[in-house]
């Protein structure tokens, strides 16, 4: 199957089968693919939450509008994006760039304190770029970078036919409470419930409706 078999394959699934899990082995290659998402500068300024205890979903489920996807589906990850970013954020990552590039340049002594200083250099410039932001449009990018994150979580389902459905429709002072991320730093801000459809969500198979190619593309030449 091709990338656009399982896309054309996935939707919005609106029923999961309790009865239906995803197994350990492909939770662990849906975050190794969450992990390798590109993000801005690479910092991944955002922590999700695996939920899978059945009372911690049913209180979720009260705070999504009653939603039966939160309730019922297999796994439901939670991506909290950082309500402030700090400079540890990103000497953290710089720490490990520095230390997953060492065996990069072999050529010797002097490139690899060149290579140290364009790594000093990346940090510097990232904190003068985001030390421009003010508070309110900080939090939206670094929300953003959530995004990024679970559309890459949805395409990786969608190629290991697993079922999947996006969620904004949440409250999310109700979730920050329930998750007690009020000391963390964290809010959460968008969610996506895995597992398996019902046979009898007929949304499965309506007509997928998306704009023509033509429509949706302009060449610039």
Same mark, same amino acid.
């Given at each position: 199957?091709?990338?656009?078999?399982?896309?054309?394959?996935?939707?919005?699934?609106?029923?999961?089968?309790?009865?239906?899990?995803?197994?350990?082995?492909?939770?662990?290659?849906?975050?190794?693919?969450?992990?390798?998402?590109?993000?801005?500068?690479?910092?991944?300024?955002?922590?999700?939450?695996?939920?899978?205890?059945?009372?911690?979903?049913?209180?979720?489920?009260?705070?999504?509008?009653?939603?039966?996807?939160?309730?019922?589906?297999?796994?439901?990850?939670?991506?909290?994006?950082?309500?402030?970013?700090?400079?540890?954020?990103?000497?953290?990552?710089?720490? $490990?760039?520095?230390?997953? &590039?060492?065996? #990069? =340049?072999?050529?010797? *002594?002097?490139? @690899? %304190?060149?290579?140290?200083?364009?790594?000093?250099?990346?940090?510097?410039?990232?904190?003068?770029?985001?030390?421009?932001?003010?508070?309110?449009?900080?939090?939206?990018?670094?929300?953003?970078?959530?995004?990024?994150?679970?559309?890459?979580?949805?395409?990786?389902?969608?190629?290991?036919?697993?079922?999947?459905?996006?969620?904004?429709?949440?409250?999310?002072?109700?979730?920050?409470?329930?998750?007690?991320?009020?000391?963390?730093?964290?809010?959460?801000?968008?969610? $996506?419930?895995?597992?398996? &459809?019902?046979? #009898? =969500?007929?949304?499965? *198979?309506?007509? @997928? %409706?998306?704009?023509?190619?033509?429509?949706?593309?302009?060449?610039?030449?």
């Amino acid at each position: 199957m091709s990338i656009i078999d399982s896309l054309k394959w996935r939707y919005a699934t609106k029923k999961f089968d309790t009865d239906k899990k995803v197994s350990d082995a492909d939770i662990a290659t849906l975050k190794e693919a969450v992990q390798l998402t590109p993000s801005s500068y690479g910092f991944q300024l955002y922590k999700v939450l695996v939920v899978t205890d059945q009372k911690t979903k049913d209180k979720l489920y009260k705070e999504s509008y009653y939603q039966s996807q939160i309730r019922d589906c297999s796994h439901l990850f939670i991506f909290c994006s950082y309500k402030n970013v700090e400079s540890k954020h990103i000497d953290e990552f710089i720490d $490990l760039m520095e230390q997953a &590039r060492q065996a #990069d =340049d072999e050529r010797g *002594y002097i490139d @690899k %304190v060149k290579s140290k200083a364009k790594i000093m250099l990346y940090g510097t410039i990232a904190k003068a770029d985001i030390g421009r932001r003010d508070k309110a449009e900080a939090l939206h990018w670094m929300q953003k970078q959530c995004y990024l994150a679970v559309s890459q979580l949805m395409v990786a389902c969608a190629d290991m036919r697993i079922d999947s459905c996006p969620f904004e429709g949440f409250s999310t002072e109700a979730y920050d409470k329930i998750l007690d991320l009020g000391d963390k730093n964290l809010t959460s801000t968008v969610l $996506l419930p895995v597992g398996y &459809r019902t046979e #009898d =969500d007929r949304h499965q *198979y309506r007509t @997928k %409706v998306r704009k023509p190619i033509d429509r949706l593309f302009e060449e610039k030449k």
